[in-house]
């Protein structure tokens, strides 16, 4: 059997060289993480401001306020390590590439370099639509209807604010890796495009459901982030139908 055509099942491994793998992959991932967050704690006020924009755009005169003595270290500390995820994103998905390779042909290890490349453009791009698109909106809409519906004058903690920014960015950025991941499926021949088109109504729903429990409660976030999941999903399946193994259509039809 020649090395393009070899099996994966040939490189099978007992269950604890498969954790030892795990862990290894697991600890070069947070040493990275880590060393980009200790890089951006070390300027973590030029960050803070860049968080601060979309609440300043909206409402320039809310200020935010420390409601304990250990907030403003601890969001210190949250911003350091969001922006130090998205910074070593790169070496982090090339780690989870590096961890599954061993169950691959030698043909579909050539994928890494589209792997990291494209993990890593929808991540950030998922981070830029949430900041840029999604926060502002959610912030006006919420704390303007707070105000107008209920009376009430918003007074928000750092630590509140910067958990609720957090939070919206990494549920957009995760969740933008979809057609990623489905074609990188696809490609594999582990789903097939068929399969993918039967489940789509499905799909529709879950991703509402999804978007309900990432983000904040509020119908705005909810929304554009179900929207674009559902668009990546039919994008998904277009790629599907290129990729997918022409073997493997074969052993299909026959």
């Not at 390590?81 to 982090?92: D, K, T, W, Y």
């Not at 909106?137 to 910067?162: C, H, N, P, R, W």
């Amino acid at each position: 059997m020649t090395q393009e055509t070899k099996s994966p099942e040939e490189y099978e491994a007992p269950i604890t060289e498969h954790l030892a793998e795990l862990r290894v992959r697991l600890f070069r991932s947070l040493i990275a993480v880590f060393i980009g967050m200790i890089i951006v704690f070390t300027q973590v006020e030029i960050f803070f401001d860049i968080f601060k924009e979309p609440l300043n755009k909206a409402f320039p005169d809310l200020k935010l306020v420390a409601l304990t003595p250990t907030e403003s270290f601890f969001t210190a500390l949250k911003i350091s390590l969001l922006v130090g995820f998205v910074i070593s994103s790169p070496f982090v998905f090339y780690q989870i590439w590096k961890f599954i390779e061993p169950a691959l042909y030698e043909n579909e290890k050539k994928l890494v370099v589209p792997f990291v490349f494209f993990t890593t453009i929808f991540f950030v791009s998922g981070v830029l639509f949430a900041f840029y698109g999604v926060l502002p909106l959610a912030i006006k809409f919420l704390l303007t209807f707070g105000y107008t519906q209920l009376d009430v004058e918003a007074m928000i903690s750092v630590s509140s604010y910067i958990s609720f920014v957090t939070r919206l960015i990494f549920a957009f950025g995760i969740t933008f890796e979809l057609p990623v991941i489905l074609s990188l499926l696809a490609r594999l021949g582990l789903v097939t495009p068929e399969t993918l088109s039967k489940f789509r109504p499905y799909f529709a729903v879950a991703a509402f459901v999804l978007a309900a429990v990432l983000t904040p409660p509020d119908v705005i976030s909810q929304v554009f982030l179900a929207s674009p999941l559902i668009v990546f999903y039919e994008l998904s399946i277009f790629m599907a139908k290129i990729l997918y193994p022409r073997s493997e259509r074969a052993k299909e039809q026959t």
